[in-house]
C-alpha cells in the first residue's frame, strides 16, 4: 500500500462488534458498522465500529477502507483500517479476462467479494473482471498493471487499484 501522493498511508483504529458473526480478513475490505466498540484500553471514547465487506452490494456500498489484520467471526476485535482516500492497493482481476495497460488502466471496476482464506487468515476480495468499464459509479479504479515479479499482463493480472466508493470521498453520501 502507499498513497498517490508518495507519502506514507494513514490507518486507524476501528472495532468488530462481537455480535458481528462475519470474520474480517487481512485486507478485507470493510464497511461502517452500526455499533461503536469499546476502547480496548479502556480509556478514552469508544472506537467507530467496522465489518467485513462481504456483505456489500458491489457498485452502491461505501467502504471504509481495508483491514490490516484479521478478526474471527462473533469476536469482539480491533482493526487498524488504511482509510485514507487516495490509497493505492493491490489486487487480482478475477477470471480469465487478459488484463492489460493498454486497454484496462484508467477504467473502473466493481470488488469481487470472496470469503477469505480461512487457513493463511488473508482475504480473497479481488477486482470483478466482468465490470471493468468506463462507467463512473462503480468501486474501484485500476491505475497499473503492478510491477511485481512474476506478475504480468494478461488473465488474473495483479492490478494497483484506488478505492472510488469511499465513505469519507467528498461528495459520498453519508453513512
Known amino acids: 500500500m502507499n498513497r498517490d501522493s508518495g507519502g506514507p498511508f494513514f490507518s486507524r483504529e476501528y472495532g ?33 465500529g467496522c465489518k467485513s ?20 467471526a462473533s469476536t469482539l476485535t480491533t482493526h ?7 490509497t493505492t492497493f493491490i489486487a487480482q482481476v478475477d477470471g ?3 488484463v492489460t495497460t493498454a486497454s484496462h488502466v484508467g477504467k473502473n471496476a466493481n470488488v469481487a467479494i470472496g470469503t477469505g482464506n480461512a487457513l493463511t487468515k ?13 462507467t463512473a459509479g462503480l468501486d474501484l ?11 504480468a499482463e494478461g488473465a488474473n493480472a495483479i492490478v494497483e487499484v484506488t478505492i472510488l466508493k469511499s465513505e469519507f470521498a467528498q461528495g459520498s453520501a453519508g453513512v
Open 96 to 98: 480469465a479476462l487478459a
Open 141 to 151: 479504479r485500476i491505475l497499473r498493471v503492478c510491477n511485481i515479479s512474476p506478475n
Open 80 to 86: 487498524l483500517v488504511v482509510d485514507s482516500i487516495d
Open 53 to 72: 465487506a462481504q456483505a456489500a452490494t458491489p457498485g452502491t456500498s461505501l467502504y471504509q477502507g481495508s483491514s490490516i489484520n484479521f478478526g474471527a
Open 122 to 134: 488473508q482475504s480473497t476480495f479481488g477486482v470483478a473482471n466482468g465490470s471493468i468499464a468506463t
Open 16 to 48: 468488530k462488534p462481537a455480535s458481528d458473526t462475519v470474520a474480517i480478513f487481512m485486507n478485507d475490505l470493510v464497511l461502517k458498522a452500526a455499533l461503536s466498540v469499546a476502547s480496548p484500553t479502556g480509556l478514552g471514547n469508544p472506537v467507530p
